[in-house]
């Protein structure tokens, strides 16, 4: 069996576990040889909407999953901790299937019967340590003559996407309240026109109408009929991005209906809101983030960049000092970008773009991050600005919106941060205070997945 001497020219998008960079750039090789492919993939700080993931997916021609356990060919886990290792997985194949697409999934033998490609999809099993031997030719090579026949089989049938014209995002919201108001002052400041669909809702031929008109669908969930209306919506491939009330728990039943073993993704998605003006802001905040660019690799270099950065824990972490206590935190600060994608460090060359108010900045990268790193200090104690920065992040930590990890630099600690666990730099180095961090942050996530 030959490679193609047609190459396909395919924009992809790339379903990945982050853990594997080895594995994962050995599949662009792969893959490379035979396609020439731009793979789009998502650099955020934050964890992708479902609303974001939808879009993508939506506006690809191709969707290709590389699902390795990880870079060790000796790890194996527990079944428990494989289900949880494929559930961000099948949130992604789910979408495939919904959008139709041409689909090939490169499976770890080692994820057994836990991850199934879904009916259609092209499903091959590798071995990790057959694809990182650097003897084990005849692996690779069965692999991408598999990945070439793919391209043939969907050569002649996949189509470049038009570019889309659907410039609205439909409101299913309520005209009273002032939900709906709100809603169109934060759609409209992303250059949307608005597209008010019916309410009450009315799934009926002009409703179908409108929607053709619509990008995506911004849907209030506070009545009952609202969850018929997302079943409508996700049957037609229409992306949603829900918005509630903040008393009252989520329907379980309504959500495990609509979305069925998926539902705590999306579940974990929908905007709570008690007055307009903090809902406008809540949804400014989402939308850039469902609206942002997602980057494009079609080259290894660029490949290798991305999957070496991916393997980093994806948070951006705001580490607070005092000047006078820089040069330890140059140490840690070290120590913190090799594990964690991105370190706000306020002396960094460009961490504060030229002409910008510099405290203005400041907290709002604090208010964007999700792990909070302070170095505790007779210095810290002193600095007003360290201070403020010290109860901004103990608010968030209260709140769940941050996990703060305070430094002890000095022999006593700091009443602000008393509720929480020190890290003493007098008995650890930066490196085995960072890994605690690491550990504890990992840990948890893989909890949620």
């Given at each position: ?161 038009p570019a889309r014209d659907a410039a609205a995002v439909g409101l299913l919201v309520p005209p009273t309240g002032g939900a709906r108001d709100a809603a169109a ?13 019916p309410w009450p809702i009315a799934l009926d031929g002009g409703f179908t109408a409108q929607l053709q008109r619509c990008d995506w669908v911004l849907a209030d ?126 002396r960094k060359p460009a961490a504060i773009p030229h002409g910008a108010r510099w405290l203005d900045h400041m907290l709002a990268s604090l208010a964007t991050a ?80």
């Amino acid at each position: 069996m030959t490679v193609p001497s047609d190459r396909l020219n395919v924009k992809v998008f790339l379903s990945h576990r982050y853990r594997s960079p080895a594995v994962n750039l050995q599949f662009f090789d792969l893959i490379d040889q035979v396609a020439d492919v731009q793979f789009e993939v998502d650099r955020g700080l934050k964890a992708t909407s479902t609303t974001r993931l939808e879009r993508m997916i939506r506006d690809v021609e191709v969707f290709a999953g590389i699902y390795s356990l990880s870079d060790d060919p000796f790890e194996h886990l527990p079944a428990a901790d494989l289900v949880r290792a494929t559930r961000y997985f099948k949130l992604e194949l789910d979408m495939a299937m919904r959008y139709r697409k041409p689909s090939i999934l490169f499976i770890d033998r080692r994820f057994g019967n836990r991850l199934q490609g879904p009916p259609g999809a092209v499903s091959l099993r590798y071995s990790a340590q057959e694809i990182l031997s650097q003897g084990m030719e005849t692996a690779r090579r069965h692999l991408r003559n598999e990945f070439a026949m793919f391209c043939r089989s969907i050569g002649n049938h996949t189509q470049k996407l038009p570019a889309r014209d659907a410039a609205a995002v439909g409101l299913l919201v309520p005209p009273t309240g002032g939900a709906r108001d709100a809603a169109a002052a934060a759609v409209e400041a992303f250059n949307y026109a608005v597209e008010l669909l019916p309410w009450p809702i009315a799934l009926d031929g002009g409703f179908t109408a409108q929607l053709q008109r619509c990008d995506w669908v911004l849907a209030d969930m506070s009545q009952p009929s609202a969850a018929a209306a997302v079943a409508f919506l996700r049957g037609h491939g229409i992306p949603v991005l829900r918005i509630g009330p903040m008393d009252g728990p989520p329907d379980v039943a309504t959500e495990e209906l609509v979305y069925g073993e998926l539902a705590a993704h999306y579940t974990k998605d929908l905007i709570r809101w008690s007055e307009p003006e903090l809902l406008q802001v809540a949804l400014e905040e989402r939308i850039g983030q469902i609206t942002g660019e997602p980057s494009l690799i079609d080259n290894r270099i660029d490949a290798q960049d991305y999957f070496r950065s991916a393997a980093k824990l994806n948070h951006l972490v705001f580490l607070s000092y005092a000047k006078e206590d820089h040069e330890y935190a140059d140490r840690i600060g070290a120590e913190l970008g090799n594990a964690f994608q991105e370190v706000f460090d306020y002396r960094k060359p460009a961490a504060i773009p030229h002409g910008a108010r510099w405290l203005d900045h400041m907290l709002a990268s604090l208010a964007t991050a999700a792990i909070g790193v302070p170095l505790l200090s007779p210095n810290y104690v002193a600095s007003s600005y360290c201070m403020e920065e010290g109860r901004r992040m103990m608010d968030a930590a209260l709140s769940g919106r941050m996990r703060v990890f305070p430094v002890l630099l000095a022999d006593s600690g700091v009443d602000l941060f008393s509720q929480l666990e020190y890290r003493r730099a007098t008995r650890m180095s930066p490196t085995e205070i960072v890994a605690g961090i690491a550990r504890e942050v990992a840990w948890a996530r893989r909890r949620w997945l």
